[in-house]
């Protein structure tokens, strides 16, 4: 893998820089190399890594994999079809719906080389690789622009800088990019934590559906979970089992381990999901949700991914979208390098805001509702009651609420009807529009 490691120690430059080679930061340098931009991708640790995750992507994850070039027949892909909801003794079988827009399967890998798999994408198709180099702030201008990066590279922390007119943020739930540049989290806004853990397993490591488990209990209150557990198949003898929790704000912390060790006494004997059987540490990572920073972009910096609290509030996926939103970032940018600098260019640079707001405003101020409402007090054992399990229809609504696919066209009711749900929702009002626009 070509990387600019060997570089010398003076100051670097290219068009754009992008901070972190995660999903997003990955994305975004293969879509702007494509396009022909010179484009630095900045990365503070080495690959392979690993990242807490529940390693299960949509239809609409394996979407962009495919837009990227990334072969998904390869080892290592395991196709799955939809999802299984357990809920108080039921199940019920949601399968990805078959929407000509999307695949109608689903992915899992783990994030120990998906990760490495994205970024030597982007190094194949022309962005300039920097391991080992951490970002420490941003470079700014007398009008306070961004116009690069400065960071410590290597075991030593050698200080060096690298300048670029645009710089996109993809560095992770952190953001310090975009904290540097005055972008605080809206703490109105869900912040979840999810935990993740491998057990070899191999009943269920060739199970065709992703599961999700809506009734259990937290460990110290006994109340219902604010979220949900996950049982993932790998397809290579391991499954990832984990928890995700969304702490309603006067209930306190949800201790995940404890909780975690409570569900595992529920599962069969002969699935093997015991202590002996587990082949890593249980792990956490906060999940920033429901765009809970903003504006995205602001004086030369576009901010993707987690950086942008992209994770959708409806089930807590994040891959796919911070594929998607590298992917917008890097189309609007290497438009607006074809203006000169000035204005033209910053009314270019604003559309990604647009952009990102119509694929996921409405449907994520909906989410945020439903998030506070519900998810934070009741889990998600509302949604999967009796009554719901036992209607296809509503199932199927469910499962088209969840996996983000509102705006795929097809030709059945339900998704007329979600879609016209999702519509109805107000546009931001006029002092929240007004004050993003101070924030620029």
């Not at 293969?30 to 529940?54: I, Q, Y």
Request: charged share 25%; aromatic share 6%; with cysteine.
């Amino acid at each position: 893998m070509e990387t600019d490691e060997g570089m010398d120690s003076g100051d670097h430059r290219a068009q754009v820089i992008v901070v972190g080679a995660g999903p997003a930061g990955s994305a975004a340098a293969l879509h702007l190399a494509r396009a022909g931009v010179d484009v630095l991708l900045l990365e503070k640790g080495t690959f392979p890594r690993d990242k807490v995750c529940g390693d299960g992507l949509t239809p609409r994850g394996v979407q962009q994999l495919v837009r990227m070039g990334v072969d998904i027949d390869a080892p290592g892909w395991m196709r799955t079809k939809g999802m299984r909801c357990v809920c108080e003794g039921r199940q019920v079988h949601i399968d990805w719906p078959g929407s000509g827009s999307h695949p109608d399967f689903g992915l899992t890998r783990s994030r120990h080389d998906f990760d490495d798999i994205l970024v030597r994408h982007a190094v194949a198709a022309g962005a300039r690789l920097c391991l080992e180099t951490k970002a420490t702030g941003p470079l700014t201008d007398r009008a306070g622009r961004i116009v690069g990066v400065s960071t410590v590279v290597g075991a030593e922390k050698q200080p060096k800088n690298y300048h670029a007119p645009v710089v996109i943020a993809a560095d992770g739930a952190s953001a310090r990019t975009a904290l540097a540049m005055g972008l605080e989290r809206d703490r109105s806004k869900p912040m979840a934590t999810a935990a993740r853990r491998y057990y070899r397993s191999e009943v269920r490591t060739s199970d065709p559906y992703l599961e999700l488990w809506a009734d259990l209990l937290c460990s110290r209150t006994g109340r219902d979970l604010p979220g949900y557990g996950w049982i993932f198949p790998l397809g290579d003898g391991r499954v990832n089992v984990g928890l995700g929790a969304l702490p309603h704000r006067g209930r306190g912390a949800v201790d995940l381990r404890a909780t975690m060790d409570q569900w595992l006494t529920r599962m069969p004997p002969h699935w093997e999901l015991r202590e002996e059987n587990a082949v890593s540490p249980l792990r956490s990572a906060a999940l920033p949700m429901g765009l809970n920073r903003r504006p995205q972009y602001r004086r030369g910096l576009l901010l993707v991914g987690d950086s942008g609290g992209m994770v959708s509030p409806w089930s807590g996926e994040g891959i796919a979208q911070a594929m998607e939103a590298g992917q917008i970032a890097a189309e609007t940018v290497a438009l607006a390098l074809h203006r000169p600098v000035g204005a033209g260019r910053e009314q270019a640079l604003h559309q990604y805001v647009s952009e990102v707001n119509r694929r996921w405003g409405r449907y994520y101020r909906l989410g945020n509702t439903v998030a506070d409402l519900v998810f934070a007090r009741y889990g998600y054992r509302p949604l999967l009651s009796r009554r719901v399990m036992a209607s296809p229809a509503l199932v199927r609504t469910l499962a088209r609420l969840l996996t983000d696919g509102t705006d795929a066209p097809s030709d059945d009711l339900v998704g007329a009807v979600v879609r016209s749900l999702v519509r109805m929702v107000p546009a931001p009002s006029r002092r929240a529009r007004v004050m993003d626009a101070r924030r620029r």
